[in-house]
């Protein structure tokens, strides 16, 4: 607890960005190696966040404050109807998939599939998980992502300029799941069967977005989109100070798609159009976006945009994201423009790359403000 002290003394310290005796680094690995992560600071009950997590200076309050959330336009909302669909309502879904995939590239989903029970215990596993025992959570805290799965506090904690409010596991589900007993006790039964669930609707979304580009409705299942899947359990605890950090600092996403599962809490914004618009949470939704590596692939007509999640007083805040991709595995396929798609008007405008290369670069990157994908443009 002596590293969580001397976080909390700093803590205390003015909210100035040209403080002399902030040692950053120093600071850093006190917190990290508590391995208690944000939690465990608000189990400490701090009053103020240490510097670490700072992204903004009270000069700054007002603008952020000023640009967050506009109520007058929302991501849209599909009706996958359970699936049981005949060829005239599939061709309304896949219009709707297209239209939001090219203006938003990100949409919502419901009557998916999955039943209510299932997403409501993936979301208490995950909540359990971070609730409990410190000693027991420990275990399974580092850096190292070939474990079968890593808790901690940001990928990018050693890299990024400002820490985000936010304690995360992580785990490969697909195509080489952990085996069971690897898993954490509290979410181990939940997490294997919703795994299944999020694979099945991931394989029909590849369908559809394959459709919308105009492809086979198995050409991207057929490359192998959907063959990786991570898994990742979010938590936000209430943050004394929500005006100076974020949940998740402004990112798009480095793989081919995400299907979110958030909780009623809210938080998650989008960048359309230069405006910051809330992803209202839907009962039973799930929230879908565009990664890097399908705007690649579409050679930009399918959009990765830039989110974020606010810090806020109110939480825990808990969220799963299952990442479809599989750059952990040692494959030398090249993604790169499809060629159906290019034409002499439409030239390819980003070079090829093995999953496993776009990967590395996103994380050696962090959550910098800046796209990963723009790196690779011709």
């Not at 909390?8 to 902030?22: C, H, M, N, Q, R």
């Not at 309304?92 to 039943?115: C, D, L, M, Y």
């Not at 879908?288 to 007509?301: F, T, Y």
């Not at 396929?333 to 008007?345: A, C, M, Q, T």
Request: hydrophobic share 40%; proline share 6%.
């Amino acid at each position: 607890m002596v590293a969580t002290s001397k976080l909390g003394e700093a803590a205390a310290k003015p909210a100035t960005f040209k403080d002399e005796y902030y040692d950053r680094a120093s600071e850093i690995k006190a917190f990290d190696e508590t391995k208690a992560g944000v939690k465990g600071l608000v189990d400490a009950k701090i009053t103020e966040i240490p510097r670490i997590f700072h992204h903004c200076s009270p000069d700054d309050i007002k603008e952020y404050s000023s640009i967050s959330g506009e109520t007058l336009l929302s991501i849209p909302v599909i009706d996958i109807r359970g699936l049981n669909i005949d060829r005239v309502h599939r061709k309304e879904i896949v219009e709707k998939v297209r239209e939001a995939s090219e203006t938003w590239g990100f949409f919502q989903i419901v009557n998916h599939g999955i039943p209510d029970g299932i997403l409501e215990e993936i979301k208490d596993g995950v909540r359990r998980f971070h609730e409990q025992d410190t000693q027991v959570k420990k275990e399974f805290y580092g850096r190292d992502l070939s474990k079968p799965v890593v808790y901690n506090t940001n990928f990018d904690l050693y890299i990024a300029a400002s820490a985000n409010w936010r304690d995360t596991f992580y785990t490969i589900m697909a195509p080489n799941p952990p085996k069971p007993d690897d898993l954490p006790a509290v979410c181990r039964d939940i997490l294997m069967e919703y795994s299944k669930q999020v694979m099945r609707v991931g394989n029909f979304l590849f369908e559809f977005i394959s459709e919308a580009l105009g492809l086979n409705p198995n050409f991207l299942n057929d490359i192998d989109c959907a063959k990786g899947l991570a898994i990742l359990g979010h938590y936000y605890p209430p943050c004394p100070q929500p005006e100076l950090t974020f949940g998740t600092a402004k990112h798009s996403d480095g793989n081919f798609l995400t299907v979110l599962l958030q909780d009623d809490i809210g938080g998650l914004q989008v960048l359309n159009d230069n405006k910051w618009i809330d992803v209202s949470p839907q009962p039973g939704a799930l929230v879908v976006n565009i990664g890097d590596l399908l705007q690649l692939m579409s050679n930009d007509r399918f959009k990765s945009v830039e989110h974020r999640v606010l810090a806020s007083r109110v939480g825990p805040r808990v969220s799963v994201a299952s990442f479809f991709g599989t750059n952990v595995l040692a494959t030398s396929r090249l993604y790169g423009p499809i060629k159906e798609l290019l034409s002499e008007n439409n030239p390819p405008k980003y070079k090829e790359t093995t999953l496993k290369d776009f990967a590395a670069h996103f994380s050696a990157k962090g959550l910098d403000g800046t796209k990963a994908l723009d790196d690779f443009k011709l």
